[in-house]
């Protein structure tokens, strides 16, 4: 029975949606990774996304105008980083307790809007697959990878362009000071508010999109707590991923292949119950973070407020 | 003198209103988004009070609501006050519950006054578990606890699902095509004494006595002394020769005992059965997670807890009338619990600045009476040296 999953065709169903699926995760993922490196651990990931999502989702529902929808996603996505920004830099509050405040916030936020203005789980159509001239050819490889959707595309190229901002930029460089020893960066007069300030609502716009990309894109519906613990997870891969773009793309492909094979196991009705399949992807995830932090250091200043001494 | 003891006070009643303050200006934020919506804040908040302390029965129903939220955010307490974040109370709630339920459903025919409590702790030692399992992993494997209590939610219910679903279901509902997941119900021996003809059960006192233990393991033992300890100073305490792994684990464990305790009571005090709608909220009321927000509330302090709880018992109780008199969905309720925290959490600073500033003139103050008392001694010396 198990070794039906090990067909041609279902290897190759499991590994399209894995690539699919792994995009809020990117999003979020790489988001969160540039606050987390700045020092700001922001655990609203879930709360923003779930505004995002519904954000991007009604625009989408009202215009038909898809970017439009992911312009409302991604502002509404900043205001929330904003907030949180605000709240645990200016105000120095727990960034961990102030994170799950904000989620609590974008829950009953994003429900009571889905209660009030749609009332019922509806459908839109969101972004189509659209095939990469050429490369799509490619026998039995090409549509897997190149016949996905734009925002699947945007999330993949996200990684290289995040792994040499944070490497090879100035600004890359004053995010890891800021991070590790914020006393020398403002020694040397860089700002540590307004690089934090800066990544947390960059945070805060990738929660967005990664939230419009469920909503607009991968599933395109809304409904009361969409993510359903996706944007925790997406933190938790930054620590997998040792805070690193390509370590966050590791995990998130892992992770997403573990729930696409799950998906498989309930098409395929092999008798292994469906619970424990939903269920893999999480104990997977306490596996990989004791692995993870055996391995890397987390940011030295990660959830520490900083104040100029003086 | 006195002015200075009344100023003193005054500022320790400003900290002690804080998380007040938190609240009205989450309340004020709710009226603007209810005027938004199109409905009266004064009506709607109007029948929220009356829903959650018109009578004695919503009274009663507001008590039933809290004591989830008391047991939770005491456990809550004393994981914060072990400087460990517990965000698994709903998984720990649901481990305590299945727990509770498998002992019930074992021994239907047992003398209630066994089997209950043997389910209870049973809900304890599951809810203690769930929770102790992050809790090593922080103390030995430094895994991030705020992750994995949320990873081991997911699973708590997932489990939940399984055994609902599968060999726990209800055998009525197994020859009926709905299938709705729910065990059976308990035997009626077992339901916890009510104050009929209210809902409130003998759940709620456990509840808050357990509040008042709570705080004298913390303040009055040793082990509540060295968990908060560890929670203060960890480099400190593990010079001081305390055995801080230990303490981050027990510290977690014994949140997630109260959870636990808290989803046995659940069991046997107001549903008599478990049930799930394939989410952890079905079964819990969020109870994990407003437990937090009532503990921040009474500022991480058992004793305060318990009003806190009360109170925000009574706003997810009222939320259902005003949902009904103003037509705008109980949601509100949970988006101002997540103000509520986030506010709480942005003052806290203040408050620390405040309480650093006090005792800083309270030092001051007393090298002061020092010096006065000194150069009064010395000057009487130097008389009565005169004198001889």
């Not at chain 2, 107001?270 to 927000?293: E, K, L, Q």
């Not at chain 2, 003052?347 to 003139?361: G, H, N």
């Amino acid at each position: 029975m198990i070794g039906e999953l090990f067909t041609a065709q279902v290897l190759l169903g499991i590994l399209t949606s894995g690539i699919r699926l792994a995009t809020p995760y990117l999003y979020a993922g790489i988001g969160e990774t540039f606050g987390q490196r700045s020092g700001v651990l922001n655990l609203g990931v879930e709360g923003q996304m779930l505004v995002g999502a519904f954000a991007a989702f009604y625009t989408v529902r009202q215009t038909g105008n898809l970017w439009l929808g992911l312009l409302v996603a991604i502002l509404a996505g900043a205001l929330m980083g904003l907030a949180m920004a605000f709240v645990s830099i200016t105000l120095r509050a727990k960034q961990g307790i102030s994170g799950i405040g904000f989620f609590l916030f974008g829950l009953g936020l994003s429900d009571l809007l889905f209660q009030t203005m749609l009332g019922t789980v509806e459908t839109v159509s969101g972004f189509r697959p659209v095939a990469i001239p050429l490369l799509s050819a490619i026998p039995v490889f090409g549509p897997v990878f190149f016949n996905q959707n734009l925002l699947v595309y945007g999330a993949y190229l996200l990684v290289p362009v995040a792994a040499f901002v944070m490497n090879r930029t100035t600004f890359g460089l004053k995010v890891r000071a800021v991070g590790e020893t914020p006393e020398a960066a403002d020694s040397l007069g860089v700002s540590v508010t307004r690089v934090r300030y800066i990544t947390v609502t960059m945070g805060g716009v990738f929660s967005g999109l990664a939230g419009a990309s469920l909503s607009i894109a991968l599933l395109n519906v809304f409904q009361q707590n969409l993510t359903s613990g996706l944007g925790f997870i997406a933190v938790a891969l930054v620590y997998f991923g040792g805070w690193r773009p390509w370590g966050v793309l590791a995990g998130a492909l892992l992770f997403s292949m573990v729930n696409a094979l799950q998906l498989w196991v309930q098409v395929l009705g092999l008798p292994i119950p469906s619970e424990f399949a939903v269920m893999m992807p999480y104990v997977l995830t306490i596996v990989a973070l004791v692995v993870a932090v055996q391995r890397v250091r987390p940011p030295t200043a990660l959830t520490k407020s900083f104040v100029r001494e003086g | 003198m006195k002015q200075r003891l009344k100023s003193y006070l005054s500022s320790q009643v400003i900290d002690a209103l804080l998380p007040v303050f938190a609240t009205l200006a989450a309340l004020l934020v709710g009226a603007f988004m209810l005027l938004a919506l199109g409905a009266n804040p004064f009506v709607a908040y109007g029948a929220l009070i009356e829903g959650a302390f018109g009578s004695i029965n919503s009274i009663a129903d507001t008590l039933v609501r809290a004591t989830p939220l008391l047991f939770v955010g005491v456990g809550i307490c004393i994981a914060f006050r072990g400087g460990v974040i517990n965000i698994g109370g709903e998984g720990q709630f649901v481990a305590g519950a299945l727990c509770a339920t498998l002992v019930g459903l074992s021994f239907p025919d047992g003398p209630a006054l066994l089997v209950v409590p043997a389910a209870l702790l049973a809900g304890t030692f599951g809810g203690a578990v769930w929770g102790g399992i992050p809790g090593l992993l922080k103390a030995h494997f430094n895994v991030n606890e705020i992750l994995s209590t949320i990873m081991m939610n997911q699973i708590a219910v997932q489990g939940m699902n399984f055994l609902l679903i599968g060999p726990l279901i209800d055998p009525v509902q197994l020859e009926r095509a709905s299938r709705i997941p729910q065990t059976a119900r308990m035997s009626p021996a077992f339901d916890l004494p009510r104050l009929v003809p209210t809902r409130l059960h003998l759940g709620t006192f456990i509840a808050v006595v357990m509040a008042v233990l709570v705080y004298l393991l913390l303040w009055r033992t040793t082990l509540g002394y060295r968990i908060r300890a560890v929670g203060l100073n960890r480099e400190a305490s593990r010079y001081a020769g305390i055995n801080v792994p230990r303490h981050i684990a027990l510290a977690l464990a014994l949140s997630g005992a109260l959870a636990g305790f808290a989803g046995a009571v659940q069991i046997f005090g107001v549903n008599f059965r478990m049930f799930t709608d394939g989410s952890a909220t079905g079964f819990t009321g969020s109870a994990g997670f407003h437990g937090i927000v009532a503990a921040l509330f009474g500022q991480l302090h058992p004793l305060g807890t318990i009003p806190a709880a009360f109170f925000f018992g009574g706003l997810l109780v009222g939320a259902n009338r005003m949902q009904r008199a103003v037509q705008v969905p109980a949601a509100l309720i949970v988006t101002l619990n997540g103000l509520v925290v986030v506010f709480v959490v942005s003052t806290e600073l203040w408050r620390q600045q405040r309480t650093r500033r006090r005792l800083a003139e309270q030092t001051a103050e007393y090298e002061e009476s020092l010096v006065e008392t000194t150069a009064s001694v010395a000057s009487a010396g130097t008389e009565q040296g005169g004198n001889v």
